[in-house]
């Protein structure tokens, strides 16, 4: 699933192309694009015609389409595969196209949402009085958000009963870090992915952040990460951040600080990259006692 500096790139396309147009017409071609709207593929489309599109928002990994003069939100949740593209209206249809929408005006391009896997979608929800969608209002700010509260952070994260990496993938402490970025922070900040949360000073936490918020940004810089041809910004482009990857996806491959061999470990479902010699194995429980912040 793409992590929040793919997020970040996709919404500052929308907000380009999108923001301020006037719907005049939704096509929804799979309905299990829409699955995640209670009203079904008519209700959707119903719900967008004739309503301008505000500035596309974010938080962490989920971005939204506010519409004006309504108080809803279209929520777009990307999946695995998942690609808002603005097209010309002329172009061919993608092999899997999901969703269209046209625009009341002469700019001759279009919305379109095109999803492989199918494990994304689009969903149209009330707004909280913040102005986040219903089904989002969960979500914990992430740290390129500028009221992200640092001190709040490093305190909840001390006393969880948990490990470092899956702190850093609880949404509802932090936002937007997957498993890319965790494994990049967990390298640049010399940690385990197992670290018990409660054995880190609060420096060593602060610095954690630090590092996190570091490379998402010079990911945002680099336009993302992309490993295929499945994530990609509205006009059909790659980001190139692969390329500075110091630890996911390096199994194998010599450590850039110490020379020492990556090694990969299965976590979750998924994989743990890491420098054995940089990131040391914790010596001590998985689950040690609570500490005071």
């Not at 017409?25 to 008519?42: I, T």
């Not at 041809?229 to 500075?244: A, I, K, M, Q, T």
Request: proline residues 6%; charged residues 30%; contains cysteine.
């Amino acid at each position: 699933m793409p992590e929040l500096p793919e997020v970040e790139v996709v919404r500052r396309g929308l907000e380009t192309w999108v923001a301020g147009r006037v719907v005049a017409e939704v096509q929804v071609l799979h309905p299990r694009a829409v699955r995640r709207h209670l009203g079904g593929a008519e209700d959707f489309a119903a719900r967008l015609k004739g309503h301008r599109i505000g500035p596309a928002q974010r938080r962490g990994k989920y971005l939204w389409l506010p519409l004006e003069d309504s108080g809803d939100a279209v929520l777009g949740h990307l999946g695995m595969s998942g690609q808002l593209l603005v097209q010309p209206e002329a172009a061919a249809d993608e092999k899997h196209l999901r969703i269209r929408v046209r625009f009341a005006d002469d700019l001759a391009t279009e919305l379109r949402f095109v999803d492989q896997r199918t494990f994304g979608g689009l969903s149209v929800h009330d707004t909280t009085p913040e102005g986040l969608p219903e089904a989002i209002a969960h979500i914990a700010r992430d740290p390129l958000d500028p009221r992200f509260d640092d001190d709040a952070f490093v305190t909840s994260l001390r006393l969880r009963r948990t490990t470092v990496k899956r702190a850093l993938l609880d949404q509802s402490l932090i936002s937007g870090v997957g498993n890319i970025y965790a494994d990049e922070a967990l390298w640049r900040a010399k940690l385990h992915y197992d670290r018990p949360t409660a054995t880190l000073t609060r420096p060593r936490a602060a610095e954690l952040l630090g590092h996190a918020r570091d490379v998402m940004n010079a990911a945002l810089d680099a336009g993302g990460t992309s490993f295929d041809s499945l994530y990609v910004n509205v006009n059909g482009e790659s980001g190139y951040f692969d390329r500075s990857l110091d630890a996911y996806g390096r199994e194998g491959e010599p450590c850039r600080r110490c020379g020492t061999l990556m090694r990969r470990r299965p976590w979750m479902n998924r994989s743990s990259y890491f420098c054995p010699r940089c990131q040391r194995p914790p010596r001590v429980a998985s689950s040690p006692p609570r500490v005071a912040s």
